[in-house]
């Protein structure tokens, strides 16, 4: 059985809580030890490839709570394959995949051909909160959870009537798992900017902050009716920050993520016209990006997702207000994290792990235990001082908001039960 060594690592592992130096040990599949420097000198000596990992982070493989894998039905714009490969090169071992594929994921036949098609990592089907994503009837959702599916959710489309809402975090309750909101009041966002100064001027429509904030405190009020688990995607706004660290504060079962771009980028960047700035929900104000990254270190926001939503070439080449919305970053993610969070001093390395680890492993019960004796080797190597600006990626897609951009850390290796991965550029 292969043996190799990862030397003199600094491992970061939230799940361990260990910030420390080892040599780990890796044979097969599975983490054989984790060795400090007393163990390494009782220890007799292990043969093996070697990885000098000095002056190196070792992590454990990330998960993404919030990607589109597009298959079954747009294999153009990405693969299971293409997309779990995607996130490899950014450090993952785990994505958490949305319900709106073509058909979307409302039968176990659709969980069944996700759970079979060929990857590289870990993928967890979301399932559809209602049929077709049409929000008017309940898919089979304990058929669902018992395919396989670890939440539910009619994500790209917002559940626009309350009584279906209800209906399924009730429903949910007795599975244990959470609803995935999409917040979003589309009587309210008839845009395609956030509705501001930027809109005005470009003479774009816009999406005000109030369309996603009146959905999240619907959702609040309902979760708390209800005693349900509910989970808000890709918050955006100071309001919604706030309307969800006043609903943890009474206690609400309520949890969030955030993405790199509502973190970095403002609708300021919306002024070349860029369609790699095209998303929903848009880019913010910098009041409100400052909101997020507030929300990020006093945690009332969970988790980072990527929201990893690939367009082929040919849709993103279209007008700006034509252009579907938006953008890949399973292989940036991390790197922005370190780059406009833990450079600048607003957090450390820990707590940013957190928000891409075991966060999200504790919202969707996924079970993983870290870089532990017995586990399987599942973690990545990076590099986090190293600069390097995006250009190339394995996604199939290449709408990226961060093209040329410079950013910091680098994800040198990959280990995905025991396979290595090196990425050379």
Known sequence: MAKLIIKKARVIDPFTDTDDTFDILIEGER???????????????????????????VIPGLIDMHTHLREP??????????????????????VVCMANTEPPVDNIGIVR????????????????VTKGLKGTELSEIGDLVDAGCVAVSDDGMPIMDSFIMRRALEYCKQFDIPVISHAEDLNLSPGVVNEGIVSTELGLSGIPSCAEEAMIARDILLAKFTK???????ISTKGSVELIRRAKKEGVNVTCEATPHHFSLTDECVRSFDTNYRINPPLRTEVDRKAIIEGLLDDTIDAIATDHAPH???????????APSGVIGLETAFACG??????????????????????????FSIPVKGISTGEYAN???VDPAREWVPQRFLSKSKNSPFIDKKLYGKVLYTF?????????D
């Not at 969070?341 to 450390?348: A, I, S």
């Open 416 to 424: 995905y039960k025991g396979r290595v991965y090196e990425w050379k």
């Open 113 to 128: 051909y996700i759970q079979e098609a060929e990857k590289v990592c870990d993928v967890y089907p979301v399932g559809a």
């Open 379 to 381: 973690l990545a190597i």
């Open 31 to 57: 983490v054989k030890g984790v060795r400090g420097k007393r163990e390494e000198r009782r220890g007799k000596r292990e043969e093996g490839k070697m990885i000098n990992a000095k002056g190196l982070w």
């Open 312 to 322: 082929a070439d040919f849709e993103k080449e279209l007008e700006f207000d034509q």
């Open 228 to 234: 349900s688990r509910l989970h808000i995607a890709h």
């Open 338 to 363: 370190i780059t406009y969070l833990v450079k600048p001093g607003f957090m450390d390395i820990k707590q940013l792990l957190q928000k891409f680890t075991l966060n999200p492993a504790k919202i």
């Open 73 to 94: 039905g747009r294999e153009d714009e990405e693969t299971i394959l293409s997309g779990t490969m995607s996130a490899l090169k950014g450090g993952y071992q785990a």
